[in-house]
């Protein structure tokens, strides 16, 4: 079974630019999350997905941050504009429904200049 | 709000020696609790979890956590470490409700676990 796919591993752009991540979740998993994995804390939601209704997205910044499912499969988190604080892993990940336990991507690691 | 603490941000044992990491949750609900790894540049892996069935939860990697709720505990041990061990741990409870698929995990600062040999 193919795990959760996250492109780019590794992005640096400078302040003010704009960047996007992509997330490909596990085939039938309804729920999909985007997680903000600062260096040396612990992940923090940003938001949840499921299928293609936004579940919460209480801690997203609205102002720079956005995410979307189309059609409940794939989905791609943007920044726009990065900050300097944004310099984080970005991580995916999805859950099938009825189940407890997430499975994770990668990360996609965003240093901001 | 469900939170959760883990005591030490860092942990060094001995190769051989017994691996005890701490994690305390708040809830004010029966929690649904876990424990996953991340090895360096990776993603988060899922070592045990513990849904109000056993209080016992064995993992993989011979690992294995003890719900206490008298202490509000759920503390991850293995009686022997290795070197490939070495590697950040974090422990999460769960909100929401499984029934609606809409579980959400909040996750600790992270225990680093280092091995000497």
């Known amino acids: 079974e193919a795990g959760v796919a996250q492109s780019p591993r590794y992005k640096i752009i400078e302040k003010r630019q704009s960047v996007a991540f992509w997330c490909n979740p596990i085939s039938g998993h309804a729920t999909l999350y985007w997680y903000q994995q600062i260096l040396g804390q612990g992940p923090k939601l940003l938001i949840q997905f499921q299928n293609n209704g936004v579940v919460d997205d209480s801690q997203l910044p609205k102002d720079r941050f956005s995410a979307e499912r189309l059609k409940g499969v794939d989905s791609t988190l943007k920044i726009q504009p990065a900050k300097l604080e944004d310099s984080a892993v970005y991580l995916c990940?999805?859950?099938?429904?009825?189940?407890?336990?997430?499975?994770f991507g990668e990360g996609s690691r965003l240093t901001v200049l | 709000a469900q939170s959760v603490t883990q005591l030490g941000s860092h942990v060094s044992v001995s190769e051989g020696a017994l691996v005890l990491l701490r994690c305390n949750y708040s809830s004010s609900v029966p929690p649904y609790l876990f424990w996953y790894v991340q090895y360096p540049n990776q993603g988060l892996q899922l070592l045990l979890k513990?849904?109000?069935?056993?209080?016992l939860v064995k993992g993989i990697n011979g690992f294995e956590a003890e719900f206490k709720k008298s202490e509000t505990s759920f503390h991850l041990t293995k009686p022997s470490a290795h070197m490939s061990d070495a590697a950040e741990y974090f422990c999460a409870v769960s909100e929401g409700s499984s029934i609606q698929g809409a579980q959400k995990l909040v996750f600790g600062q992270g225990t680093r676990l280092t091995i000497n040999p």
């Open positions: 990940a999805s859950s099938p429904l009825r189940d407890r336990g997430l499975f």
């Open positions: 513990y849904t109000s069935a056993a209080t």
